[in-house]
Structures are given as structure tokens and as C-alpha cells.
């Protein structure tokens, strides 16, 4: 099963714009992680923010985390064409084992 | 850049055949996880390895599913007999002994059962 839920589902921005997406989830959490796959292939992992951290940057990504709603929200700002990808949000319950959410696809239009 | 290495890449069989994927992880790393993902769905564990023991495979389908990883480094995944709802990509992933919480994953292994 999947502990979380990405929102929206798909995302289409032009170059240059920002992107943001949500992600909502169900249980207690040790920390979040966001990953990227581009189509067809494997997952990179972006960021990852702890339970006890409320925001968390890394070059253009700013992750935020409210564990009082159980969501989190990843903001690509400045988005460029190779940043077309389904990105996915991870919940690790201090079990080294992650749920993902479905993800969101975003599409860069140049 | 070391990296998670999977093969085959692209499998093609036909429902009631048997497949193999295999998957080597980043030198050192100690736990290897095997994911399924079905299309324009996220990833959903399988199987977990700690070095060579499995710790855990609940979501394993153990009727048709095996995984192995004997010596603790590259572990071999088998679906035996392949059913038509088994189409999907499988992922392999490792994490190193000292920093468990990222995972590093492989190009995957797309599955097509016919």
C-alpha cells in the first residue's frame, strides 16, 4: 500500500516558472524524501528532511514539512526543460523502509 | 559515480515462463531493496536484504516470487510463472552501512508479460 499522495497529479509549467507539489501522508514519519525518475528509468534521490526540521533547501529545491498536517511540499523554483520528470514523495517510518506516494508529472515547456 | 547496476533492462516473455532479473548494488552497500512499479504508480517494496539475510518480504508474492542475494553483494530476483499482471518495472535499490536512510537505485528492469 501506499502511504503517500502526491498533489496534483500532473503539472505543466513554462521555462523559467516555478513549480510546486504536495505531498499528504497517513502515519508518523522519521523523515521525507523526494525522489525524480525520468521516464523509463530509475529514481534519484532530490532531498531529504527529518521530522524535527520544518524546511530544508538544496540548490533550486526548497522542501517544506508540517507533521502536524502530515504533508509536505517540494518547490522547484527557475525550472528548466531537463527538469521534466515524475517526481516522488517517500515516507521512511524510521524503518529504513520508504512508501511512496503515485507522483506528480511534471512537464517543461520551453 | 558508482552506480546500481540491473539487467536485463527489457524483458519480453509469455504468461507461465519463468524470468530472472538481476541486480549488483554500489560496492559496500549493505542493504539492497527490490521494488515494484506498476505504471503511473509509485514504487512498492518487495524485498529488503540486510547483507545476505532477507529482512523483510511480506509484499513478496512467495507463491510465484523468490529473491536471493547469497553472498551479500548482487541478488537475483525470479518470478516463476510469470503472469500477465506482473508487466511492470522492477526496480532495484542499495543503501550504504552507515547512512541507511538514502537509497541509490538502478535503471530498473522493464517486465512486459504477453
Known amino acids: 500500500s501506499q502511504q503517500g499522495e502526491e498533489d496534483p497529479q500532473a503539472l505543466s509549467i513554462q521555462e523559467g516558472e516555478n513549480a510546486t507539489m504536495n505531498c499528504s501522508y497517513k502515519t508518523s514519519i522519521n523523515n521525507l524524501q523526494w525522489y525524480r525518475q525520468n521516464s523509463g528509468r530509475g529514481l534519484v534521490h532530490l532531498i531529504l528532511?527529518?521530522?524535527?526540521?520544518r524546511e530544508k533547501h538544496s540548490g533550486r529545491l526548497r522542501v517544506t514539512l508540517d507533521t502536524s498536517k502530515k504533508s509536505s511540499s517540494l518547490l522547484i523554483t527557475a525550472s528548466r526543460a531537463a527538469d521534466t520528470a515524475s517526481y516522488f514523495c517517500?515516507?521512511?517510518?524510521?524503518?529504513?523502509?520508504?512508501?511512496f506516494g503515485a507522483g506528480t508529472t511534471v512537464t517543461v515547456r520551453a | 559515480e558508482a552506480e546500481v547496476a540491473q539487467s536485463p533492462r527489457y524483458k519480453i516473455t509469455e504468461k507461465s515462463q519463468a524470468v530472472a532479473f538481476w541486480c549488483d548494488p554500489i560496492s559496500g552497500h549493505a542493504t539492497l531493496y527490490w521494488y515494484r512499479q506498476i505504471l503511473g504508480q509509485g514504487p512498492e517494496l518487495l524485498v529488503q536484504?540486510?547483507?545476505?539475510?532477507?529482512?523483510?518480504d511480506s509484499q513478496l508474492p512467495k507463491d510465484r516470487f523468490s529473491a536471493e542475494r547469497l553472498k551479500g553483494v548482487d541478488s537475483t530476483l525470479k518470478i516463476q510463472p510469470a503472469e500477465l499482471g506482473d508487466s511492470a518495472m522492477y526496480l532495484c535499490?542499495?543503501?550504504?552501512?552507515?547512512?541507511?536512510?538514502?537509497?541509490?537505485f538502478g535503471p530498473g528492469t522493464r517486465l512486459l508479460v504477453l
Open positions: 535499490a542499495s543503501s550504504p552501512r552507515q547512512s541507511k536512510e538514502t537509497q541509490y
Open positions: 517517500a515516507t521512511d517510518a524510521n524503518d529504513y523502509k520508504l512508501s
Open positions: 528532511i527529518r521530522s524535527n526540521e
Open positions: 536484504f540486510q547483507d545476505e539475510s532477507v529482512v523483510d
